[in-house]
């Protein structure tokens, strides 16, 4: 393949301006063009980095929520179980206070208290734990009916806790006589509490 000579003194001149504007024209379009792509691809590399972004505090989010939503359901559950266990005692005291037995407690009454005291009121107190808890209000001869019914209560196994609440003389207008009150608890899963009225303690 012979070399291409050039020798500007011999006709036919040969012009290569188009050739070099052609090749210019191509760099400078093919400069554009790489500069779009460039321009392009961080426009791209930042849409992407925005979208990680959004995506992770979409997830972050979707945690919390479901943080939120456990505890939530966590303290409902809890709020359920302690609206059962009320629900629960509730009932049991119901129960409790349908079983309770009057004549057993008149009777232990009857027996254990002084002759010269007369129950004048009684109000029994029912929880869902099997506690019996007794108002009793009572009218004696005087202050030593006091001594002796607190007393005559306290040797009995099926009263405990006995406790003087108040008192009031005749002088301050109980024409009966000596009036006080009492409040006690009365045990009525002890046997004796249930023995009959007239057997022996």
Do not use: C
């Not at 020798?7 to 210019?24: G, K, T």
């Not at 930042?46 to 943080?67: C, H, N, P, V, Y």
């Not at 966590?74 to 119901?94: C, G, I, N, P, Q």
């Not at 002796?148 to 099926?158: F, N």
């Amino acid at each position: 393949m012979s070399l291409l000579r050039l020798n500007f003194a011999r006709r036919p001149f040969r012009d290569y301006r188009p050739a070099h504007l052609v090749a210019a024209v191509a760099l400078t379009v093919g400069a554009v063009l790489l500069a779009m792509n460039v321009r392009l691809y961080s426009d791209f590399l930042k849409e992407m980095e925005g979208t990680r972004r959004q995506i992770t505090w979409l997830e972050e989010r979707e945690a919390r929520a479901a943080r939120t939503a456990g505890e939530a359901r966590t303290a409902l559950d809890r709020y359920k179980v302690s609206s059962l266990a009320v629900e629960s005692r509730e009932l049991l005291r119901l129960v409790r206070e349908r079983q309770f037995s009057w004549t057993q407690l008149l009777a232990r009454l009857e027996r254990v208290l002084p002759p010269e005291v007369r129950l004048a009121r009684l109000s029994p107190g029912f929880d869902g734990e099997g506690q019996v808890t007794l108002d009793l209000s009572l009218v004696g001869s005087g202050g030593s009916s006091v001594v002796r019914t607190i007393a005559a209560l306290s040797r009995d196994r099926a009263f405990e806790a006995v406790e003087l609440r108040s008192e009031t003389s005749p002088e301050l207008g109980v024409p009966e006589g000596y009036s006080f009150q009492l409040g006690l608890r009365y045990r009525v899963d002890d046997p004796a509490a249930v023995a009959p009225a007239g057997s022996s303690r």
